[in-house]
């Protein structure tokens, strides 16, 4: 199929096209699909997109004008699609459901470590000749109670890795999981998961419904200085808030690899341009906050199977197959 793929990094350009082989058609657009830049997808069947592109009801009534039948999720969250605009232009949406829930799992581990044990800080330190330890202090993790938000596939391997740690897990989510029961964590309500955690990470889709789950009266419920990890979506987390929390000392510890304002933010050099987002940079001032440009899902296992499943989703459309990715 002629594909018009949005958003292309070097990266992408190599694993979808050796995933690709001759198979399909593939063109490479840097800009993120949005309502500026769709007519660069007319003469094409099928989109290919990743989280920061903009399927709503405008991008994707004019799709279907061009002659677009298919957008191709690069990602697992599909938060970003209007589906029922889709449903109504007759345009199919397909994601990646799972791709390496070990990649983004792995990733958040990292992030709670680093801010723990101040990585970040140790390192520029050591670099500088400066091996002084005050200020480093960190906490053991075993026996910390951590509160996982969303027992999905990353929110399992993430309990999985901290029964490792000896933490007690608790868990918020409306589909409990056996794997996790099995592990021993313990399903509560959501003020029980706040009240009792040192830890709080999030692994649920963002939803209408679920915008800003981590508010004011969230952090209200919380223990002073919890340490809170958002690798799953910026906007579940009412940013602002949250600043308000690292400054009164309640959020102890912050470690972000989404942003609320990613889309004009993440993904591209800035170092040499003017910061114009004020809240960004305000986290950014502070040293017990750790943002990693939305690169959780960055390893080469999860790069090869989203380029294989995305081709692989693309080649059944085609060819009229069942469709197991359908997004919704
Ligand atoms: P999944 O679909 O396997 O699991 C999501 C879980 O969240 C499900 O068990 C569901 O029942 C639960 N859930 C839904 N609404 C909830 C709510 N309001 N409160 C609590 N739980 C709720 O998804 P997976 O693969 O585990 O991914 C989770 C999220 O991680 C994705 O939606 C995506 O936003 C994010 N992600 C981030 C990446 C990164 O690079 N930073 C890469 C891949 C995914």
Redesign the pocket.
């Known amino acids: 199929m002629n594909t018009a793929i949005f958003s292309a990094k070097k990266y992408d350009r190599e694993f979808l096209n050796a995933a690709n082989g001759a198979r399909h058609e593939l063109r490479f657009f840097e800009p993120h699909l949005n309502e500026e830049t769709v007519s660069l997808a007319a003469g094409f069947e099928a989109v290919c997109v990743f989280v920061n592109d903009q399927m709503n009801a405008a991008v994707i009534a004019t799709l279907e004008s061009l002659g677009v039948r298919l957008i191709a999720l690069r990602?697992?969250?599909y938060?970003n699609v209007d589906l029922s605009a889709a449903k109504k232009h007759g345009i199919t949406v397909v994601r990646v459901?799972?791709y390496s829930?070990y990649a983004?799992a792995e990733h958040t581990i990292a992030l709670m470590l680093a801010l723990n044990r101040k990585l970040h800080r140790a390192y520029n330190r050591v670099r500088e000749g400066n091996l002084a330890l005050d200020g480093l202090v960190g906490f053991d993790m075993h026996g910390k109670i951590v509160g996982v938000?969303?027992?999905?596939?990353?929110?399992t391997v993430v309990a999985q890795i901290l029964t490792g740690f000896g933490c007690p897990i608790l868990a918020?989510?409306?589909?409990p999981?056996a794997t996790c029961r099995f592990l021993g964590v313990r399903y509560v309500d959501l003020n029980e998961l706040f009240a009792e955690s040192d830890i709080i990470t999030v692994?649920?889709?963002?939803?209408p419904?679920?915008k800003h789950?981590i508010n004011g009266q969230a952090l209200e419920k919380m223990k002073n200085g919890v340490m809170l990890i958002n690798?799953?979506?910026g906007a579940l987390l009412d940013t602002i808030v949250i600043t308000e929390g690292l400054k009164s000392g309640r959020i102890g510890y912050l470690g972000l690899?989404?942003y609320e304002e990613e889309e004009d933010i993440f993904f591209e050099d800035r170092s040499g341009l003017i910061l114009s987002d004020d809240v960004f940079a305000r986290l950014l001032t502070f040293p017990n906050v750790i943002i990693t440009g939305?690169?959780?899902?960055?390893t080469r296992e999860a790069l090869l199977n989203i380029a294989a499943t995305t081709i692989d989703n693309i080649t059944k459309f085609e060819n009229n197959q069942p469709l197991e990715n359908m997004a919704g």
Request: hydrophobic fraction near 35%; include cysteine; charge should be negative.
């Open positions: 990602c697992a969250g938060n459901p799972a829930p983004v938000i969303g027992t999905g596939q990353i929110g918020f989510d409306p589909f999981n692994h649920c889709p963002l939803t419904e679920n789950l690798t799953s979506r690899d989404v939305h690169q959780a899902f960055f």
